[in-house]
């Protein structure tokens, strides 16, 4: 059996200052679920190397959220966000407990892990997620994905143009896609504004920030989507990491 976990922190200041948004307590206890559930999932799967309650809480409660922290607290409209290559179900999990009325999809391609998030989505009572098993580069050209999200989020599963290539075929024009990174430089907007050339987006702005806890510098990239992407977009499986554009 395994010992009980510490709880996470609440810093209702932080979240606050820092997103303009904080969890009701039911929320917290989502969170505090989530955190107990990554935990013993760990010991079948590699869901995470992050297990402290203050690592967790910041790398991936907090830093999930920071994405998308420019729709966090609009209420005026319900958006669909899919999380391509969530893994542990991060950033998705802990948007849709923070946003309930959104429509979130979790895209991995390891079936063992989206059976475990089919389980923990139900013991959370997040009736609005869904999961799907399935390659990027595949996915974007389904009808039942390609071009019908309005946020898709991205960690650093690739480089940034190998990442915009998962996830503008995703998105509806006028869309956003979010690429969460660590450190980013000048040559790397450079590389990613020619990718997004071919794939129909702009960069929107890109947010460089520091973490709240640990004082680590992170940065997201906001693209937009201003044209349809071609039909040839994402290419067959595996090209786009193997050739970026």
């Not at 809480?57 to 669909?80: C, F, I, N």
């Not at 923990?120 to 869904?130: H, N």
């Not at 991205?154 to 503008?168: D, P, Q």
């Not at 960069?203 to 992170?218: E, K, Q, S, Y």
């Amino acid at each position: 059996m395994m010992p009980a976990l510490s709880p996470l922190p609440n810093p209702i200041d932080i979240w606050q200052q820092t997103l303009n948004w904080q969890p009701a307590a039911a929320q917290q206890q989502q969170y505090q679920r989530l955190y107990e559930a990554i935990v013993a999932g760990n010991q079948q799967l590699n869901l995470t190397r992050i297990i402290d309650p203050q690592d967790f809480w910041e790398k991936h409660l907090w830093d999930s959220l920071r994405g998308v922290q420019p729709w966090l607290s609009d209420r005026r409209t319900a958006l669909r966000l899919i999380d391509v290559g969530t893994g542990g179900g991060f950033p998705g999990l802990p948007v849709a407990i923070a946003r309930p009325d959104w429509t979130i999809t979790l895209l991995d391609s390891t079936r063992k892990k989206i059976v475990f998030l089919d389980t923990l989505v139900a013991e959370l009572g997040l009736a609005t997620v869904k999961t799907w098993v399935d390659r990027a580069e595949q996915a974007g050209h389904l009808p039942q994905h390609r071009e019908v999200y309005d946020i898709a989020a991205i960690r650093a599963v690739a480089t940034a143009s190998v990442c915009a290539e998962y996830v503008l075929p995703l998105l509806k024009l006028g869309g956003s896609a979010v690429l969460y990174r660590g450190q980013w430089s000048d040559r790397e907007t450079e590389a990613l504004q020619v990718a997004l050339d071919l794939l129909g987006g702009r960069i929107d702005h890109i947010d460089a920030f520091v973490t709240p806890l640990t004082a680590n510098t992170r940065h997201c990239i906001y693209i937009q989507k201003v044209t349809c992407t071609p039909m040839e977009y994402p290419r067959p499986v595996g090209i786009p990491a193997q050739k970026p554009l």
